[in-house]
């Protein structure tokens, strides 16, 4: 049995692979010991990289977990190493994989911006953001820029959006790192549950049903309104919120991101 990690980007899908995931108990014996993610405490501070450690190592056969994870050491070699550095066991899975089974996902971009301004400014007023888009900023057009430039504000601190997608792109050259994309979670949800449970079965996980069922099992474990971040989950929704500018912005500032996540071929979109 693996010790399972669910990694994605903030506001990029990680509540619904944290379902996902949470659905594993009913096909197995799974725990989820329903801690905070392992890189935040219980009050959601953020916790120095030595405790993330402690807290990735921390995790047994059979542990479910979710987090949110940049691709660098010692976390990378944490995630992946087989061994000693693979459980507190000295196990390897099944035919010679790290014990641990890592899923990052991961998603479009845009949709994350779109995602993160609806939610900084009428979901959570205690977000860092939420003055600076509320009381300086007076368009969405304005909150999208803000969100692809990054903003340096005393009291508004935020990296721009191809920054954040740096610190994670590491995890697409991993092989022992299953990567999904959000939407094919949404929009081909049994082909990509097919691959998480054709991934844990190479990490020795065989469930007690057959593999359709297993399928529907995972699948009904999704409830996106149970999220508290939950608002549309729309694979595209940026579209109907980015503005000429906007998408002249992004690519300015993103370069080749998007052809490198296969999100698109090339900038003429």
């Not at 995630?79 to 998603?107: C, D, N, Q």
């Amino acid at each position: 049995m693996p010790a399972v990690l669910g990694n994605a980007m903030p506001k990029s899908g990680s509540h619904l692979i944290i379902q996902v995931l949470q659905g594993l108990p009913r096909l197995g014996p799974f725990v989820n010991p329903g801690f905070p993610p392992v890189n935040r405490s219980e009050s959601n501070t953020k916790l120095p990289d030595e405790i993330i450690l402690k807290n990735i190592r921390r995790m047994r056969p059979g542990d479910i977990g979710y987090g949110y994870i940049p691709a660098k050491e010692p976390f990378i070699s944490a995630l992946t190493a087989k061994g000693v550095e693979a459980s507190p066991a000295s196990t390897k899975g099944a035919g010679g994989f790290p014990a641990r089974a890592t899923i990052f996902i991961y998603r479009d971009p845009r949709d994350v911006i779109v995602s993160h301004v609806f939610y900084a400014t009428q979901m959570h007023a205690g977000h860092g953001m939420h003055r600076y888009y509320t009381e300086t900023l007076s368009s969405m057009e304005e909150r999208i820029n803000a969100a692809i430039q990054g903003v340096q504000e005393p009291g508004s601190e935020l990296s721009s959006i191809r920054n954040k997608y740096v610190a994670y792109l590491n995890w697409l050259d991993q092989t022992e790192v299953l990567c999904l994309r959000f939407e094919d979670l949404i929009l081909a949800r049994n082909t990509a549950l097919g691959r998480l449970l054709d991934y844990l079965d190479q990490r020795g996980f065989k469930p007690d049903v057959p593999r359709e069922q297993a399928i529907q099992v995972l699948d009904q474990a999704v409830m996106p309104r149970k999220s508290g971040t939950f608002r549309k989950g729309k694979p595209g929704n940026w579209r109907e919120h980015f503005t000429p500018a906007n998408k002249t912005c992004f690519k300015e500032l993103t370069g080749d991101l998007l052809i490198r996540l296969g999100y698109e071929d090339n900038d003429l979109w």
